[in-house]
């Protein structure tokens, strides 16, 4: 199936013109030539594409040349899918921006500024990079913009976006179904059966939990302000989650702050719940169990965008989604308890 992509770097002060027909071997001057995957909704390749690359245009002109793939469209994303199989790109290093030039797979808003120009120079100084061909590349770059059509366009369907991280998105439907199924059990049972004399021995796990979500929240926190490339381990795709819109709230309100914030809530109530007065008793456990209540409701929804809307799970994210339930769980007995006491 034919591919079609426009071969322009649709990106303000970077509009270069891509001129597949003329091979490096030709050029009068020696050219580097190198193929940019990035999202329109991606923070770090926006970065890249406002700070990185414009003094590098600048300095170089037409000596280099970049094809810029997106891959929020179905022929950019099955491009990139051909390049990750080629190369055999590890899932600790999936997702955008990446940048391959020659033998290097540069990946990430850390790795593309500080490795890129050196790799220009010296590339230059050698006579040239020559494209770093993978399937479907040179159909591509060969495809006349005139003959691009509105499939280019499209959205990639939430089939397409399950299979880009299919053992992490199996991952998120599990645990998007363990929370919904905790939620309907605790629905129905709420007035039907006793408090759990279990639960409320288990208790101590409430606060134990909530240092751990802390941690959790602040390593979230401390990759979506500082833009650096998550460590995600052999299942899920960490960094295309916390570089989609999705990772902040209203725009500007990063969901690890978030998080961080319900956390040190949660603790806060249990602390008062645990040593504060008596007669706080009733309202502390409620505020805990409300937190938690909250926080799950809002975790279900971040655990359904990841599978189905983002493409993409985040290991860390579903840590947080099991610990925010089992919080709800433990919480929900000493809530029982509190109130039949009043």
Request: hydrophobic share 45%; with cysteine; aromatic share 12%.
């Amino acid at each position: 199936m034919s591919l079609k992509l426009k071969k322009l770097l649709v990106i303000p002060l970077l509009l270069i013109t891509i001129f597949s027909f003329v091979q490096p071997a030709q050029a009068e001057e020696p050219v580097v030539y190198a193929v940019f995957f990035y999202s329109p909704t991606c923070p770090h390749c926006e970065e890249v594409i406002a700070t990185v690359l414009p003094p590098l245009v600048e300095k170089h002109g037409l000596q280099l040349q970049i094809f810029a793939i997106d891959t929020s469209t179905r022929p950019g994303n099955e491009l990139y899918q051909a390049a990750v199989k080629e190369f055999n790109i590890p899932d600790d290093r999936l997702g955008v921006p990446t940048m391959l030039i020659g033998e290097h797979i540069l990946v990430g808003g850390t790795e593309i500024p500080q490795q890129l120009p050196s790799i220009i120079e010296e590339g230059l100084a050698q006579g040239g990079i020559d494209w770093t061909y993978f399937p479907g590349l040179e159909e591509a770059l060969n495809a006349p913009p005139e003959e691009t059509s509105t499939e280019s366009a499209e959205e990639t369907g939430w089939q397409e976006k399950f299979q880009q991280d299919l053992a992490g998105n199996i991952l998120s439907v599990i645990v998007l179904a363990g929370m919904i199924a905790v939620l309907i059990i605790l629905g129905v049972n709420f007035e039907k059966y006793p408090v759990s004399s279990r639960s409320i021995q288990y208790q101590w796990l409430i606060p134990v939990l909530a240092v751990i979500g802390l941690g959790v929240a602040g390593y979230l926190t401390f990759i979506e302000t500082t833009q650096t490339e998550a460590v995600c381990g052999p299942v899920g795709d960490c960094n295309s989650v916390q570089q989609s819109p999705y990772s902040t709230l209203f725009g500007f309100l990063p969901i690890g702050v978030l998080g961080a914030i319900g956390y040190v809530m949660i603790l806060l109530a249990w602390v008062f719940h645990k040593y504060g007065p008596q007669n706080w008793n009733s309202q502390t456990i409620t505020a805990l169990w409300g937190f938690t209540l909250f926080g799950t409701f809002f975790s279900i929804y971040l655990t359904f965008l990841e599978p189905f809307v983002i493409g993409a799970s985040c290991i860390w994210c579903l840590s947080s989604a099991v610990i925010i339930t089992v919080q709800l769980w433990l919480s929900t007995d000493l809530a029982k308890a509190a109130w039949k006491k009043k």
